[in-house]
């Protein structure tokens, strides 16, 4: 059964006009901090993500979503100071929280953006690994996200995505659905891993031979059961 639009909304991004309308409904935004650090880490959850990952010493990583942190201050110390992480959000007051943090720790290797619902801002050819974790559900232009994603991997850079097989409207994405919306814009899954120690699944993804303009992007229109 299809599912209503993420949005009648008239004030829609005009930077995503040319785009389809995603044909799922959105979750509300979660909270920054997810669940307690020491209960994530309990479970071991980055470390068993970014050894999925294959996060080396030297890599350039984006943590988009990154809301307080967790992930961003872990692949900051995996990277070590050879390598760079850019922490992105849309929410401002999250990252100013980041920010405070990231002073506090003293933090070397970390820089922060904020992004748009739309487009993560992430410059070109900069990123060996980018970060959507627990967040993509949340996106409610995917298409323009994706599409604008496209060029900030370096070449041979990879989209790694955590998130859990329920309804998108209740903090998920069902695996197929995710899968259709990459690639609608020419990603291509390279990987797909269950994991319920880390609350989902990991999902790798890397760029396909070309990305298909705006106008050719066919919307899924049906979310998995």
Known sequence: MACKPATDDPARPETSAEFPRPDRPVSDLGATNFSTEDVRDSRGEAQKVMELADIRPGMTVADIGAGEGYYTVRLAERVGNGGRVLAQD???????????????????????????????????????????????????????FLWRMWPALAEGGQVIVVDSDRPTDQHGIPPLLLSCEFEAIGYRLIEFVEKPDIRGYFARFERGDTRKSPSEIAPCSVQPA
Do not use: C, W
Request: proline fraction near 5%; hydrophobic fraction near 35%; avoid cysteine.
């Open 90 to 144: 849309i929410d401002r007051q999250a990252l100013d929280r980041l920010g405070q943090r990231v002073e506090r720790e003293r933090i070397e290797n970390v820089s922060i953006k904020l992004g748009t619902e739309d487009d993560p801002q992430l410059p070109s050819d900069s990123f060996d690994r980018i970060f959507l974790v627990h967040m993509y559900h949340e996106v409610s232009e995917p298409y323009a």
